[in-house]
């Protein structure tokens, strides 16, 4: 019976295929709109919460002033000194390692091109705070960062637009008015998580940046490893205390410094990513209703054309729950056959855009099974009336209708 019931209902399905495609486009648009919207949302989550790893591994950043600013640090607040990443290193357990950061932005010069980069004045810790690795080349020596000598490591990019594809290493590189040997070639680390470009560098030490360059002896920011396991909570509490001392900041003053968890950083923005896609899923879902509410009106047309064809079947014996069966397997049919289809443009939408967006595709079978579910349901919620109407219908009646 149940087959048989199958079979009517898709012969009426089929007897008016473009009357049941219109029927079935709310339910299309809404499916794809719901399995788009989540799986872009997931994509753009996991691609901060990459772009906040690439950062650092368990990274702490220490800048002056009460609140984050950009990387010059807090206007008024005094700057760091080489000496406080020394004592953070040495005084506080479950440190890998610290970084003292001076950065500035300059006109390098290399083989008749020019180009306007970021200049770092730094350690070779700067390197494993900032989970850095090195592709040609080697780091800098204890000697050349203690006499602050004039090398450098570059980032993919400045390679691109001075060199080419041509090896770097031993090449000369001119930063404002010295002239520095290129030493290593930083392996490349893409866009960073606030759209800047991470490969847009020229490292050299500290001391080269601050005698040769600038001209002072300002830290900007300082950049804390720590090891796996450690206790974030503990560390930012010793930072505190050893720059508040260092700092000469009396009990009631309070801090001109301020410390930044990346973690809780990645947490934050991926919870608001998250949220954001709740709610865009949310909405999305509505045209699901009203693709519920497209087939109940079109399957009450659909009882009324059927009339008579209902009274006829009703008068040669068969049961109101046959009937009721019949049209109720129509509508779910429907229903499901606009989720299928929703899928496909769903899982093809969704591959497109996160190209376009440069987040990663990432196929999730609990969302599209949902989302099929739900259109099969929304066809079962909305066609059981229709269904029930067609049902009860008197089969004398049934038959006189014109």
């Known amino acids: 019976m149940l087959l048989n019931t199958l079979l009517l209902a898709l012969r009426s399905i089929r007897r008016n295929l473009l009357r049941s495609f219109l029927t079935i486009l709310g339910i299309v648009i809404g499916v794809s709109a719901v399995i788009t919207m989540v799986t872009l949302g997931n994509g753009a989550t996991l691609a901060v919460q990459n772009q906040i790893s690439g950062l ?39 440190i890998a390692a610290v970084a003292p950061e001076a950065r500035t932005a300059a006109t390098v010069v290399a083989n008749g091109h020019n180009w306007s980069s970021s ?3 730094s350690t070779n ?35 691109r637009e001075l060199f080419g594809t041509q090896s770097v290493v031993g090449a000369q590189l001119r930063v404002k008015q010295i002239s520095c040997e290129v ?64 700092r000469k900041l009396a009990e009631g003053d309070e801090d001109n410094f301020n410390v930044l968890d990346t973690k809780q950083l990645a947490d934050a923005l991926s919870g608001t990513t998250k949220v954001m896609t709740t709610l865009l899923g949310a909405v999305a879902a509505v045209s699901l209703l009203v693709g519920g509410i497209g087939i109940m009106n079109i399957m009450l047309v659909s009882v009324t054309e059927r009339t008579r064809e209902i009274g006829l079947r009703l008068a040669i014996g068969a049961l109101e729950r046959e009937v009721l069966l019949q049209f109720l397997i129509e509508a779910v049919v429907l229903a499901a056959l606009g989720g299928l ?57 049934a038959l006189r209708h014109e």
């Open 56 to 94: 650092g591994t368990n990274l702490l950043q220490v800048r002056p002033g009460q609140r984050m600013t950009g990387p010059g640090g807090g206007a008024g607040a005094p700057s760091f000194k080489e000496a406080d990443a020394q004592a953070i290193a040495t005084q506080i357990g479950g």
């Open 125 to 159: 810790d700067w390197l494993v705070t900032g989970n850095w690795s090195i592709s040609d080349g080697r780091v800098f020596s204890d000697d050349e960062l203690r006499a602050g000598a004039a090398v450098c490591l570059v980032g993919a990019t400045v390679r």
């Open 119 to 121: 200049v770092i004045g």
């Open 341 to 397: 289809i929703g899928i496909v443009l769903a899982t093809l939408a969704s591959i497109g855009l996160a190209d376009v967006m440069e987040v990663p595709y990432l196929f999730n079978p609990g969302v599209n099974l949902l989302s099929f579910l739900f259109s099969a349901g929304i066809g079962v919620l909305f066609g059981y009336f229709p269904a029930r109407r067609a049902a009860r219908l008197d089969p004398i009646e």
């Open 183 to 246: 030493v290593g070639l930083l392996a490349s680390k893409g866009q960073g998580s606030f759209g800047n470009d991470q490969d847009d560098v020229v490292l050299v030490p500290i001391k080269t940046l601050q005698r040769r360059i600038t001209g002072n002896t300002r830290v900007n920011t300082l950049l804390v490893s720590m090891q796996d396991g450690s206790d974030a909570n503990r560390v930012k509490a010793g930072i505190s205390q050893i720059l508040r001392e260092r």
